[in-house]
């Protein structure tokens, strides 16, 4: 009889405690690590703290040399270099100290300004006795909520994980597309439609259509507006106003929110809104939606054969049963990494817009998923380029379906009649029922389709046209749509 698994880890039973050895509980800080690291940078903790100092010591280097507060030294070059190389040099000491704080503090942004207070307590060596940082301590933090510093960080480190991380998988994703479309362009494919043979199109041209769609959401992520503000406990300024009555504390807040880069948010409660970033995941998740359908588009190509795994660009993962078998694995891990991302993205952008009154902590929560919601999503773009960098167009595969599918052209016959009967041709009537009678439910070949076309009593140029048309040419403007979406923007003009 086998151990029961949960008393596998009691404590007198001997297994190893994986926990105690720092073993990753998600997967992108485990297996998929390498493809999401640089988000580390941004949307860790470690990075969320070093952003908070960084808005922390502008903060301070803002005020003073704006000589806001009476009485307060002006910096020299040297002491604003010593404070701004506290977020540049922002280490694994760092780190540690900050955790040391604050088990002591319970609070993470009163620890950053205690970090930032002792490092000017430490600026005497390196700047000489007569620097005038330590005895600074109580202009960091000044006239500043938490959420003051934190929707600064939050915004500086979701801007450089889109600018940095997002966009340019996005960007790789739609590159590939492109390429694929112009590579396709030519390719004539039987088109799907509810699942049936349909008018033909070409295989680039249905790429065009993912790479137009994707680009438009990658526009749209381009264009975001990266909300923030700085102005106290309700959004008043109220201790600001009371403190130094004589200071413009809008256009103070404004120019240094400006100057960090972002865009000033001057009517707020205690919070900035958090509109933005609910605008900004919900066009990252519809971009992931456009992206999943490409994933399950790819998926049934392949399983149709109109795409062939090049297993010696991608690898192969196959069956650990059926040798025969090659899995087209990275479709497969895109589909289901866009819908986490999706479902992480939709609650962000659900909750971030509610906060209780003046405040609440919910989103204090909230916004520590972000960093996991864009992972998953850059996880899914780097499998699908890996999984297009990994299939052949079969355009032998799909000529066999476009001849053995020459009902398709009762379409083109059918609007041909149309047209003939409009210009005076007699003998027309009735084109749909007609066509329906000649190809639903039937086989219909080249000689069926060419025998009931001579039938018709068409003038001979249209009857030539339809003579000579057959499924795989029958692709109308597809070609020239596929490179549509190679200019500039993808558009058509």
């Not at 002591?104 to 620097?131: C, F, M």
Request: proline share 4%.
């Amino acid at each position: 009889m086998s151990a029961d698994w949960s008393s596998l880890f009691s404590p007198n039973h001997g297994y190893a405690d994986l926990a105690a050895h720092g073993e990753p509980l998600s997967p992108l800080d485990g297996r998929y690590r390498s493809a999401v690291a640089p988000l580390a940078n941004h949307l860790s903790e470690a990075g969320l703290n070093r952003a908070r100092v960084h808005v922390e010591i502008e903060w301070l280097i803002h005020l003073l040399d704006h000589r806001v507060l009476p009485g307060a030294p002006m910096l020299t070059d040297a002491e604003r270099e010593y404070l701004r190389a506290l977020p540049r040099d922002f280490s694994e000491a760092h780190i540690a100290r900050l955790a040391e704080f604050e088990a002591v503090t319970r609070h993470d942004v009163k620890a950053v300004e205690y970090l930032i207070g002792e490092h000017l307590a430490n600026a005497a060596p390196a700047l000489g006795e007569e620097s005038s940082l330590p005895g600074l301590r109580e202009v960091v933090h000044i006239f500043c909520t938490s959420e003051d510093i934190n929707n600064l960080a939050y915004a500086l480190t979701i801007k450089a994980a889109i600018e940095q991380g997002w966009l340019p998988a996005a960007r790789a994703l739609e590159d590939r597309l492109l390429r694929l479309a112009e590579a396709g362009a030519d390719v004539p494919m039987l088109a799907h439609t509810h699942g049936q043979p349909a008018t033909p199109v070409t295989i680039g041209k249905e790429m065009a259509v993912f790479a137009r769609r994707f680009a438009r959401q990658i526009a749209r992520v381009e264009a975001t507006e990266y909300l923030g503000k700085i102005n106290g406990a309700t959004g008043t300024w109220a201790a600001h106003v009371v403190s130094v009555p004589g200071a413009d504390w809008p256009r103070i807040a404004k120019a240094f929110v400006e100057g960090l880069g972002l865009t000033w948010n001057p009517i707020t409660t205690q919070i900035e809104s958090h509109d933005w970033q609910a605008e900004l995941y919900s066009d990252v998740a519809r971009a992931g939606r456009i992206a999943h359908n490409l994933a399950t588009d790819c998926w049934t190509y392949i399983s149709m054969g109109y795409f062939h795994q090049n297993l010696a660009a991608q690898g192969s993962t196959g069956s650990s049963t059926m040798p025969h078998k090659v899995n087209p694995i990275r479709f497969e891990n895109a589909e289901a990494n866009l819908e986490v991302s999706a479902a992480l993205l939709d609650s962000l952008a659900a909750t971030l817009v509610t906060s209780r009154m003046q405040r609440d902590l919910t989103d204090s929560t909230t916004q520590r998923n972000i960093g996991v919601a864009l992972g998953h999503s850059i996880l899914a773009y780097d499998n699908l380029v890996r999984g297009l960098d990994g299939v052949d167009i079969n355009a032998a595969r799909m000529a066999e379906d476009l001849n053995a599918n020459w009902a398709v052209l009762g379409e083109a016959v059918q609007q041909a009649m149309r047209a003939a009967a409009i210009a005076g041709a007699t003998g027309m009537a009735n084109p749909y029922e007609r066509l329906k009678e000649l190809t639903r439910g039937h086989e219909v070949g080249a000689e069926e389709m060419h025998g009931f076309i001579a039938g018709l009593g068409l003038p001979a140029e249209v009857e030539e046209r339809l003579l000579d048309l057959e499924p795989a040419s029958y692709i109308g403007l597809s070609p020239e749509i596929a490179r549509w979406a190679q200019r500039a923007g993808t558009n058509a003009d």
